[in-house]
């Protein structure tokens, strides 16, 4: 895995922006930033790998099956069961998340402290793009007066 791989999936009501790295970073929806484990974050990743293969007709038994049999080929020591129980957890946590509730207060998420001015980049960046300058640039003034 590269240090900074950028991963993303959108499904009705959630959409995932997984960017590998120290720290894991994960976007909710835009808006909640969460610091992952590795062990989480490997799940997600997981997640979104396996989503983005499937069409739009999901079975929920052969998706976990799927994302259990590729997570036990990075963790062999831990059951299927024990996997698929986990990834439900992660992904109700997600849901959670996405519906609005609190990480911290309401779905009970421990806080990690981290330091952004060692991050390779900003977690995120907005882009508004509009039609009007502030800039008095020389083709404006031009374009005003013919």
Not at 80 to 107: A, K, Q, W
Not at 139 to 144: D, T
Request: charged share 25%; glycine share 4%; aromatic share 10%.
């Amino acid at each position: 895995m590269s240090e900074t791989a950028i991963k993303h999936v959108t499904i009705p009501g959630l959409r995932l922006h997984l960017r590998r790295g120290d720290p894991d970073m994960l976007w909710v929806n835009g808006q909640n930033l969460l610091l992952l484990n590795r062990t989480a974050a490997d799940f997600v990743e997981t997640f979104i790998d396996v989503m983005c293969g499937y069409s739009d007709n999901l079975n929920a038994d052969l998706f976990k099956q799927d994302i259990a049999a590729r997570m036990h080929q990075r963790y062999p020591e831990v059951p299927n069961e024990v996997l698929t129980r986990d990834f439900d957890y992660i992904y109700g946590t997600l849901l959670e998340v996405s519906r609005g509730n609190c990480p911290v207060s309401d779905v009970k998420l421990e806080t990690r402290e981290t330091d952004p001015k060692l991050w390779k980049a900003p977690p995120r960046m907005d882009l508004a793009l509009t039609y009007s300058c502030n800039n008095n640039c020389f083709f404006l003034l031009y374009r005003r007066t013919t």
